[in-house]
C-alpha cells in the first residue's frame, strides 16, 4: 500500500461536466485536474464520425499538451425520428457558438409532427482514457424520449427535453445524485471508476 497521489486530468472545460465529474470520481488517490487548471488550452477540433472518434482525439490533444493521464469524453443525443440526429453534432446542432436553448428549441421544431410513441431517443457518453500503454473506452447509453416542451431547471443541454419513463422525469428534474445513478455519462464513469481503482490502488 501506498499514500502516493496520482493525478489525471478531465479533458473538459464544461463546468457542469466538471461538477458531475468531481462528484462521482470521489476517489481517495486521485486528484483530478480539469482543462481550467491550465493556461493556453487550444480547442480541439472534434472531426471523428463517432463518440469514440472523438473521445480518443480529444483525449489523445490533451495528452500530448500536458503528458499526465487524461479522460475525455464525447456524448450526445441520438433521436430515431431523427435518423439518429444531432449525435455527434448535438453541442452544434443549431450551428457553432448556440446555446442549449438553441438546440433544443431547433430540436423539437423537427419534432413538432411527431407522435408521441415515435419519439424514442438515446443518450451515449464514451470516456477514453489515454497514457503512456494506451487508449482504454467506456461507454454509458441510456434510453428515453422527447418530450414536447421544456421540464425542470436542473442539468445543461438537451436534459429538459429528455424524458425517462421509468422515472416519470426528465434529466433536468433530477438531483445530481440520481442523474449520476442513471445517466449516460455516469454509467460510462462508473466503468471508469471501476477501471482507476484497479490501476492506481
Given at each position: 500500500?501506498t499514500n502516493k497521489k496520482y493525478t489525471v486530468?478531465?479533458?473538459?472545460?464544461?463546468?457542469?461536466?466538471?461538477?458531475?465529474?468531481?462528484?462521482?470520481?470521489?476517489?481517495?488517490?486521485?486528484?483530478?485536474?480539469?482543462?481550467?487548471?491550465?493556461?493556453?488550452?487550444?480547442?480541439?477540433?472534434?472531426?471523428?464520425?463517432?463518440?469514440?472518434?472523438?473521445?480518443?482525439?480529444?483525449?489523445?490533444?490533451?495528452?500530448?499538451?500536458?503528458?499526465?493521464?487524461?479522460?475525455?469524453?464525447?456524448?450526445?443525443?441520438?433521436?430515431?425520428?431523427?435518423n439518429g440526429e444531432p449525435g455527434v453534432y448535438?453541442?452544434?446542432?443549431?450551428?457553432?457558438?448556440?446555446?442549449?436553448?438553441?438546440?433544443?428549441?431547433?430540436?423539437?421544431?423537427?419534432?413538432?409532427?411527431?407522435?408521441?410513441?415515435?419519439?424514442?431517443?438515446?443518450?451515449?457518453?464514451?470516456?477514453c482514457y489515454l497514457d503512456k500503454n494506451g487508449?482504454?473506452?467506456?461507454?454509458?447509453?441510456?434510453?428515453?424520449?422527447?418530450?414536447?416542451?421544456?421540464?425542470?431547471?436542473?442539468?445543461?443541454?438537451?436534459?429538459?427535453?429528455?424524458?425517462?419513463?421509468?422515472?416519470?422525469?426528465?434529466?433536468?428534474?433530477?438531483?445530481?445524485?440520481?442523474?449520476?445513478?442513471?445517466?449516460?455519462?455516469?454509467?460510462?464513469?462508473?466503468?471508469?471508476?471501476?477501471?482507476?481503482?484497479?490501476?492506481?490502488?
Open positions: 500500500m486530468l478531465a479533458g473538459t472545460q464544461n463546468q457542469h461536466k466538471i461538477l458531475e465529474i468531481i462528484d462521482f470520481l470521489n476517489l481517495e488517490k486521485i486528484e483530478i485536474k480539469t482543462l481550467n487548471d491550465y493556461k493556453n488550452i487550444p480547442e480541439i477540433e472534434e472531426n471523428g464520425h463517432t463518440f469514440k472518434d472523438n473521445a480518443y482525439i480529444k483525449a489523445k490533444a490533451y495528452y500530448e499538451l500536458v503528458n499526465i493521464p487524461v479522460f475525455a469524453d464525447d456524448s450526445g443525443l441520438r433521436v430515431d425520428a431523427l448535438s453541442a452544434r446542432f443549431a450551428g457553432d457558438d448556440v446555446s442549449y436553448l438553441d438546440n433544443n428549441t431547433l430540436l423539437l421544431e423537427k419534432m413538432k409532427d411527431v407522435t408521441q410513441n415515435q419519439r424514442s431517443a438515446e443518450f451515449v457518453s464514451t470516456i487508449a482504454h473506452y467506456f461507454t454509458g447509453i441510456t434510453n428515453g424520449e422527447i418530450t414536447n416542451d421544456f421540464r425542470g431547471d436542473q442539468g445543461f443541454g438537451y436534459d429538459p427535453i429528455f424524458y425517462l419513463p421509468e422515472s416519470g422525469k426528465t434529466y433536468a428534474e433530477l438531483s445530481m445524485e440520481e442523474k449520476n445513478r442513471i445517466s449516460h455519462r455516469g454509467k460510462a464513469l462508473a466503468q471508469l471508476k471501476i477501471f482507476l481503482e484497479k490501476k492506481f490502488q
